[in-house]
Every structure is written in structure tokens, then in C-alpha cells.
């Protein structure tokens, strides 16, 4: 037995369900998890199963075509364990780097890290520690389309289907994000649009800020404006210093890119417009 994640997003009408149950059951299949939402504003549904199925993924590739056709729908088989390959791109700060590949080493995340790509030579040792490939292509606005044409024969050579931006402090081109549409995941201080520009922590520190926090999305053209994986929050007060700021900020930068990356690969985050739908 085999076993896969189904995603599934349409425009809703009656019978969805029972089609995708039928299809599972026709192939020898049970169902062991199913999540399902109807969206009333959108008008879409979005449904999410686990099961277990006799033969392999590529056995259903005709009957979820057909599928697709009837509700006019995107439909997603993996295997449940499989771990897509991933790209991490960093400039020079190391927290959210080190925890993707700390996380992947134990087990807790799954992917493939194929690659670590950086505009710095700083982050290398920590790639070598881990014992994943280093690549260095240096960045400039003058040479943009240079440096994205070298980052897509990575991807290319890796085989990569997902790129996370852990801090890569450059501004990916309208062409790139096109191109590489729902695939890459960013992780930004949840201050901005309010604290723009360089030192966000000690920005948020001068305007005496309660709150801070991180912001995952996925990467579009409109700068950090893609729609949202996940946020987390953590409370502050007077008495902590910007450094004390940035400490708490990269802590919550870590864990909720981790999240958003680890409900990327399991097939539970399914576009919905400018929003997410992420089942838990």
C-alpha cells in the first residue's frame, strides 16, 4: 500500500466529495484523514485527503484527469513521505538557515535540502557543518537578470520545487516570481510596511512598540504582499532594548517559517486567491 495526500481546489458545487471518495475507492484506497472548506466569498472549495492506496501515485493520473475536467479543478497526488527538493537562499544572517537545516537533520521537516544559495560567502561554514552544497552568486542590481539566470540553473541541476527565502536580503525580479509562482516562501518581521528599510528591530524600539512578530508567505511581484502562510506574535514592553527586540523577533522569524515550510511540503497550504487556506 501507498501513501498519499490528495489536494484538491474547485469552484464548489454539489458532489465534489462524493467524486474523490469515488475515485479512492474505485482504486482499491481507504481514506484515513479527510479536511474539507467551502469558501463563501470566493465561491471555492478546497479539500485535503490522506489515504492509502494500492499500486502507486501514477496509477490514479488518469482518473484524477478526468476529475479535473468534470469540476474544473486543480488536483495534487504526492506520496504522503515524500520530501520535495528545496533551495534556501540566505545573505547573512544565519537564524532561520540554521533551523531549517537543523530541523531537516532531525527528522522534523520534509525536505530535501538540495542547496544553499547566498549574494554572501558568510553562511558557508554553516552549509558545510550540515553537509549541503554551497552555492555563492554575488548580487547586484546591475547584474539581477545575470544572478537569476544562475540561480535558475540550480534549480535546474537540483531538481529543486521549492525555494525559501531564509533573510536573502535582494529583491527577486517580477519574471522570477512568475516563474517560479506558489514555490517560494519568504519570511519578513511583521512590522513592515511600518519599519521598512534597515534596522527594523531598533525602528520598532524608538516607536515603542507592544507587540512583535513574523509574517511567511509565498513571494510575489508586490513586495511582501503575497498571500500568508502563517504569523506568530510575542508580547514586549518598555524595558527591553532593541537588541533584546531583535532576539525575541528572530525567535518568532525561525519558528513560523519552519511552520509555513513544513505545511508547504505536506501539501496542506492551497492557494485561494490573494489568501490561504492551510489545514491543520
Not at 101 to 122: A, C, F, M, Q, W
Not at 192 to 204: C, D, M, V
Not at 212 to 234: F, K, R, S
Not at 258 to 280: D, I, K, M, S, Y
Request: aromatic fraction near 6%; charge should be negative.
Amino acid at each position: 500500500m501507498s501513501s498519499i495526500v490528495l489536494s484538491l481546489s474547485c469552484p464548489d458545487r454539489p458532489g465534489i466529495v462524493h467524486s474523490v471518495s469515488g475515485l479512492l475507492v474505485a482504486a482499491g484506497g481507504n481514506i484515513l484523514e479527510s479536511q474539507q472548506y467551502g469558501d463563501p466569498d470566493t465561491g471555492q472549495f478546497f479539500l485535503r485527503v490522506e489515504a492509502e492506496i494500492p499500486g502507486t501515485v501514477e496509477d490514479l493520473t488518469e482518473p484524477v484527469r478526468k476529475l479535473e475536467a468534470e469540476f474544473v479543478a486543480r488536483i495534487d497526488v504526492t506520496e504522503k513521505d515524500r520530501q520535495i527538493k528545496t533551495i534556501i537562499m540566505g545573505s547573512t544572517t544565519s537564524h532561520c538557515l540554521t533551523d531549517l537545516l537543523y530541523l531537516k537533520r532531525e527528522g522534523r521537516l520534509p525536505i530535501d535540502i538540495t542547496r544553499v544559495v547566498s549574494n554572501h560567502d558568510k553562511l558557508r561554514p554553516i552549509a558545510d557543518f550540515y553537509g549541503v552544497p554551497y552555492t555563492h552568486i554575488p548580487f547586484k542590481k546591475e547584474n539581477r537578470a545575470e544572478a537569476e539566470a544562475q540561480l535558475l540553473e540550480v534549480v535546474e541541476e537540483t531538481g529543486a520545487e521549492l525555494i525559501v527565502l531564509a533573510r536573502y536580503m535582494q529583491v527577486l525580479s517580477p519574471e522570477l516570481c512568475h516563474r517560479m509562482a506558489g514555490s517560494i516562501i519568504n519570511i519578513h518581521h511583521s512590522f513592515l510596511p511600518s519599519f521598512k528599510g534597515a534596522r527594523p528591530y531598533q525602528q520598532a524600539h524608538d516607536r515603542g512598540v507592544k507587540l512583535i512578530g513574523a509574517t511567511a508567505h509565498y513571494v510575489t511581484e508586490d513586495l511582501d504582499e503575497g498571500p500568508i502562510i502563517e504569523q506568530d506574535v510575542e508580547r514586549v514592553t518598555h524595558a527591553l532594548s532593541s537588541a533584546d527586540l531583535q532576539a525575541i523577533g528572530e525567535d518568532v522569524e525561525r519558528r513560523v517559517l519552519a511552520r509555513a515550510v513544513q505545511w508547504h511540503a505536506e501539501g496542506r497550504v492551497l492557494r485561494n486567491g490573494e489568501r490561504t487556506v492551510v489545514f491543520p
